[in-house]
């Protein structure tokens, strides 16, 4: 079997050979997979299972995900339908939430290098509950400085919990496990992010329907994005706990 899986990664590209090994391994016992590859099939290993740290900050970064991908497209539609604002304009507003990211995240990897990335990051996800609290009780006279402090708050929030808790995950394996748990990673944000949207476009569609947004839709819009919104808050509430409970 090695000899066989060898002699067809040879005659691959990289890519194609990265392609072949996922699909081999698809239908490998997983005896085999630690004998060719010397890396125990993740289930195996238990990374979920028995290891604590991994499995609640994966939690965490599930949660942390399912609750503010949406926050920039329902604003979005805020700004641009209610306040009336270009969709220019409405980005110039909605850029305050990642300039405050791009701050605070670097000074918050070196933290959670000195300090524990569990109290970081449970402190990252508290700050981002409040600004979904804050966004909760939007509504058609909400002012400007309003929404970019409520931005500003969950680019705080973000930024103190992405980079501990990704340390957090990282260092929660072996050396030779990297890859496992970054590509895990990966997997918590795309699914958080289909979470959120998934969740966002439901109340939408219960609320609204199959319509066009129109001065008419304007109170329904209004209370969407006000629901939506609470369901987040209440999704990070529970991640608080779940960044505490990774010891």
């Given at each position: 079997m090695s000899y066989l899986l060898q002699n067809e990664i040879s005659e691959t590209s990289f890519y194609t050979q990265k392609y072949e090994i996922s699909r081999l391994t698809t239908f490998l016992p997983n005896s085999c997979i630690n004998r060719i590859f010397g890396v125990?099939?993740?289930?195996?290993?238990?990374l979920f299972f028995k290891?604590?740290?991994?499995?609640?900050?994966?939690?965490?970064?599930?949660?942390?995900?399912?609750?503010?991908?949406?926050?920039?497209?329902?604003?979005?539609l805020y700004l641009q339908y209610v306040k009336g604002l270009s969709a220019q304009n409405a980005g110039l507003i909605l850029i305050a939430q990642p300039i405050m990211m791009a701050i605070i995240t670097p000074f918050a990897g070196r933290l959670s290098d000195r300090y524990e990335p569990r109290i970081l990051a449970s402190l990252g996800m508290a700050l981002v509950t409040v600004g979904l609290v804050i966004f909760a009780f939007i509504s058609a006279q909400t002012t400007f400085e309003y929404i970019i402090i409520g931005l500003l708050v969950l680019g705080l929030g973000f930024g103190l919990f992405s980079s501990p808790n990704t340390n957090a995950?990282?260092?929660?394996?072996?050396?030779?496990?990297?890859?496992?748990?970054?590509?895990?990673?990966?997997?918590?944000?795309?699914v958080g992010q289909v979470?959120?949207?998934?969740?966002?476009?439901?109340?939408?569609?219960?609320?609204?329907?199959?319509?066009q947004i129109l001065p008419a839709?304007?109170?329904a819009l209004i209370q969407s994005i006000q629901i939506t919104f609470i369901?987040?808050?209440?999704l990070c509430f529970g991640g608080i706990f779940a960044s505490m409970a990774r010891k």
């Open positions: 125990p099939n993740i289930y195996v290993r238990g290891n604590r740290a991994f499995a609640f900050s994966n939690m965490a970064a599930l949660i942390n995900y399912s609750a503010t991908f949406a926050v920039t497209f329902l604003l979005s995950i990282m260092g929660s394996v072996e050396r030779r496990f990297f890859g496992v748990a970054s590509a895990t990673v990966s997997t918590m944000r795309l979470l959120s949207m998934g969740i966002a476009m439901l109340i939408f569609a219960m609320l609204i329907g199959r319509v839709q304007y109170p369901i987040f808050a209440v």
